[in-house]
């Protein structure tokens, strides 16, 4: 069987935790991206690992000295993600990003969220945001992909974004912002 048609079935079948039937787009992953600084060690963080098309991206552009924590609550996706993905600067961690600060104490660079905010309650997502903001390095870029985006807009409040949409059967819209404060 192809592995994007067992990436589809396995994405189905988890249907009410992934929040989604196929892996993010290319062009979604890309631009997701395309704010990490590859020329220093950085601290990134990945919500929704899925199968790791995301994950690999990251791995890509960071530089050699960098780590990424990649937060995943699917048990399958982790153990798949395990056995395909061999990089010392990954941390595979099978858990909620709701806990994320139980793993990383340190400033983060970079937040990469490809998590559906649909399975949250409203409070939980804010608060979600709102954390990794406390987190995030001065500078560092918080990205997520949304299919609908009032939950975000209402937990980044004022702050400035940059807004990008990726055309789909249901459109990915990606929001970049920077932590100026």
């Given at each position: 069987?192809?592995?994007?048609?067992?990436?589809?079935?396995?994405?189905?079948?988890?249907?009410?935790?992934?929040?989604?039937?196929?892996?993010?787009?290319?062009?979604?992953?890309?631009?997701?991206?395309?704010?990490?600084?590859?020329?220093?060690?950085?601290?990134?963080?990945?919500?929704?690992?899925?199968?790791?098309?995301?994950t690999k991206e990251?791995?890509?552009?960071?530089s050699e000295d960098?780590?990424?924590?990649?937060?995943?609550?699917?048990?399958?996706?982790?153990?798949?993600?395990?056995?395909?993905?061999?990089?010392?600067?990954?941390?595979?961690?099978?858990?909620?990003?709701?806990?994320?600060?139980?793993?990383?104490?340190?400033?983060?660079?970079?937040?990469?969220?490809?998590?559906?905010?649909t399975f949250l309650?409203?409070?939980?997502?804010?608060?979600?945001?709102?954390?990794?903001?406390?987190?995030?390095?001065?500078?560092?870029?918080?990205?997520?992909?949304?299919?609908?985006?009032?939950?975000?807009?209402?937990?980044?409040?004022?702050?400035?974004?940059?807004?990008?949409?990726?055309?789909?059967?249901?459109?990915?819209?990606?929001?970049?912002?920077?932590?100026?404060?």
């Amino acid at each position: 069987m192809k592995n994007t048609l067992k990436t589809a079935l396995s994405f189905t079948k988890n249907l009410f935790t992934v929040g989604a039937i196929n892996e993010t787009k290319p062009e979604t992953v890309s631009e997701m991206c395309s704010k990490i600084d590859i020329n220093k060690k950085i601290n990134v963080i990945e919500f929704g690992m899925g199968h790791g098309n995301m994950t690999k991206e990251i791995l890509k552009t960071i530089s050699e000295d960098s780590i990424l924590y990649s937060f995943e609550i699917n048990t399958d996706f982790c153990k798949h993600v395990e056995k395909h993905i061999k990089d010392d600067r990954l941390r595979v961690i099978n858990d909620s990003a709701l806990n994320f600060k139980e793993y990383v104490s340190e400033k983060v660079d970079n937040f990469i969220i490809s998590i559906p905010f649909t399975f949250l309650k409203d409070e939980e997502a804010i608060e979600l945001v709102k954390s990794c903001f406390n987190q995030l390095q001065k500078e560092g870029t918080y990205s997520q992909v949304v299919y609908r985006e009032n939950t975000l807009l209402k937990a980044i409040g004022d702050r400035p974004y940059e807004k990008k949409v990726v055309k789909a059967l249901i459109n990915e819209k990606i929001f970049h912002i920077k932590n100026n404060s």
